[in-house]
Every structure is written in structure tokens, then in C-alpha cells.
């Protein structure tokens, strides 16, 4: 008897999450997942250094008087911080959307 109740109830379990995603999608209400956010934080930073390797001498040495890499470090910072902040967990945000 115990196993025929534990069935039931996954299967009540089961329409009830459906009966309440269908409602909700009803509504206009749902979900969006963004990934990938760390990975291209890495590759906009690699970029951004990357671009700043072919300069001549003398330029390099102005950019690094005006600390351009620690203004990129900073930016490149504050947006993985915000992320963060927006719920990033894994490379991933989850964020409800309104339509």
C-alpha cells in the first residue's frame, strides 16, 4: 500500500507542476537563462589586452602611465560583479521575464 501512495503522489506531483507552468505561461510569465557570461568576460578581457600588444614603445608607455590595464581590470570587474549580483550561478543567469 505505502508504494501505491508514493506512486499517486509523484503522479499528483507531476500534474500539478504542469497544471502550474501552464497557468504561468498563461499569464505571460517565464524564465530566461542566460549563459556563457563568464566565458566571454574572459574573452572580451583577452581581447582588450590582445589589442593593446601591437602598439609601439612609446604608446604602450603612455597607456601604461595612464593605467589602461587596471581601468580594464576595473570594468571587466564591476560587470562580473554585477552579474553576480543579478543571480549568476555557473556561468548562468535565471531571470523571470514579464511579455
Known sequence: ???FLAALGGVLINIAATVAGRVL???GIGV???TGLDVTM???KAQAVGSLSGLPADVI???SYMKVGVCISIIT???TVRATLMGLTGGS???WVLK
Open 1 to 3: 500500500m505505502p508504494t
Open 25 to 27: 505561461i498563461a499569464l
Open 32 to 34: 530566461v537563462t542566460y
Open 42 to 44: 574572459a574573452f572580451l
Open 61 to 63: 608607455g603612455l597607456i
Open 77 to 79: 570587474s564591476a560587470i
Open 93 to 95: 543567469v535565471k531571470k
